[in-house]
């Protein structure tokens, strides 16, 4: 299943640099998540976005950005981060953001040095 | 906070066991969907069940939602290797919120 992709798949940043991930969905859908998945814990949900408007955002950092410039695309700006944010972030899409069957891109490992 | 706990939190079988994976929480649902997750891979959707007893088939697997949609469970019939993975549970409590489980990670020995 190649309907959402993820760039990088790997990322190893400094505490003081600037990455951006990449999301793109190829299924036609309207909304998009960002998720971080740490070891031993559940998926926590980070953004919303539907119809390229923003919809929820579960009190993260203002350290991670994200930036939607249309439904097929969703980026997450990383700035100054910490060791803790080491994790798998994952994208995901759906037809709509009513938290129906959603669509899971790979992920990119992220290790913060 | 909507929690969703899972058990076993880890699962190691022989190829051909049967085995059941729970997922339970003291909120209801409106629904609950499971994933399969592998490694350096996203979750893959499996199931949505919707309605409180419901009862889906997928090949050998088994799902079932709780009469009062707070549960639900996983079971799998002659487990095969290609089984082996994380599982995850996700109840959906509003139409702005999904909760995951924490997951069962499943080994199927050959």
């Known amino acids: 299943e190649t309907g959402v992709t993820q760039t990088p798949r790997h990322l190893v940043m400094g505490m003081t640099n600037k990455k951006s991930l990449k999301c793109e969905q190829h299924l036609g859908h309207n909304a998009m998540y960002w998720y971080k998945q740490s070891a031993k814990k559940p998926l926590e949900l980070m953004f919303v976005?539907?119809?390229?408007?923003?919809?929820e955002n579960n009190s993260v950092p203002s350290r991670f950005s994200p930036e939607c410039p249309n439904s097929s695309h969703l980026f997450l700006h990383l700035h100054t981060l910490q060791p803790e944010d080491s994790a798998l972030y994952l994208c995901?899409?759906?037809?709509?953001?009513?938290?129906?069957?959603?669509?899971f891109g790979p992920g990119t490992r992220l290790t913060v040095t | 906070t909507q929690l969703l706990e899972q058990s076993p939190q880890f699962l190691s079988i022989q190829e051909g066991e049967n085995l059941t994976v729970y997922c339970n929480s003291s909120?209801?649902?409106?629904?609950l969907q499971w994933y399969r997750q592998e490694p350096g891979e996203g979750p893959v959707l499996l199931v949505t069940?919707?309605?409180?007893?419901e009862v889906k088939k997928l090949k050998r697997l088994t799902f079932q939602f709780g009469d009062a949609r707070k549960d639900s469970s996983l079971h799998i019939t002659a487990a095969q290797p290609g089984d082996t993975g994380l599982y995850l549970c996700?109840?959906?409590?509003?139409?702005?919120?999904?909760?995951f489980g924490s997951g069962t990670q499943l080994t199927v020995l050959p």
């Open positions: 995901a899409s759906s037809q709509v953001s009513d938290m129906g069957e959603q669509y």
């Open positions: 909120s209801v649902f409106s629904s």
């Open positions: 069940v919707v309605t409180g007893g």
């Open positions: 996700a109840g959906a409590w509003s139409a702005r919120q999904l909760t």
């Open positions: 976005y539907n119809f390229k408007e923003q919809t």
